[in-house]
């Protein structure tokens, strides 16, 4: 997928004015990365994390006036960074077998009303390797609230290279009043 097949696939996420932090947690190359960079206020900051160093490379230290800092990091293992305004994972989530612990992590990371950006293929069926623990659209609307997150909003999909569904954008704000398991 390009840079900007990406942000067009999450150019609907509605965001703030001003700077902002976020973290892609499993960013690989970096498309999603670079793909919200080009959507966010000037001034804002991303942090890059994947265990691969040799993907973190290709990601430049800025783009489009939005500073990206990578780091060689297992987003299971390594405390997050607080009061962030948004979370991506894009085609990380269906790696992780327990969600819930990770969701939860998120959500607490995150500033009152922070931002969860969620791309997946939207499917049940695991794919051998790919996608061991899928989590479709529908089951990410049972699953989000649970752990502390509003209702995810679809913002886009497109057809999947692998023919297993297609590949969605979801949006979801972390609900202040919630008590994530």
Request: glycine letters at 8%; proline letters at 7%; aromatic letters at 8%.
């Amino acid at each position: 997928m390009t840079i900007e097949e990406a942000r067009t696939l999450i150019g609907r996420l509605p965001l703030s004015a001003g700077p902002q932090r976020w973290v892609d947690l499993g960013c690989g190359g970096g498309t999603f990365t670079l793909a919200l960079a080009e959507l966010l206020p000037a001034g804002s900051s991303i942090l890059a994390w994947d265990m691969n160093a040799f993907a973190l490379r290709h990601i430049p230290d800025t783009h489009n006036g939005v500073r990206i800092t990578t780091q060689q990091a297992d987003f299971l293992r390594a405390p997050l960074p607080t009061s962030l305004d948004g979370i991506v994972m894009a085609n990380a989530l269906h790696f992780v077998k327990d969600q819930g612990i990770l969701l939860s992590a998120t959500n607490k990371a995150l500033a009152e009303q922070g931002s969860l950006l969620l791309v997946e293929y939207d499917t049940d069926v695991p794919v051998h390797t790919w996608v061991p623990f899928p989590v479709s659209f529908q089951r990410s609307i049972a699953l989000l609230p649970q752990h502390g997150y509003s209702v995810p909003e679809r913002l886009g999909a497109r057809p999947s290279a692998y023919d297993r569904g297609d590949l969605y954008a979801a949006f979801a704000r972390r609900v202040a009043s919630s008590n994530p398991r």
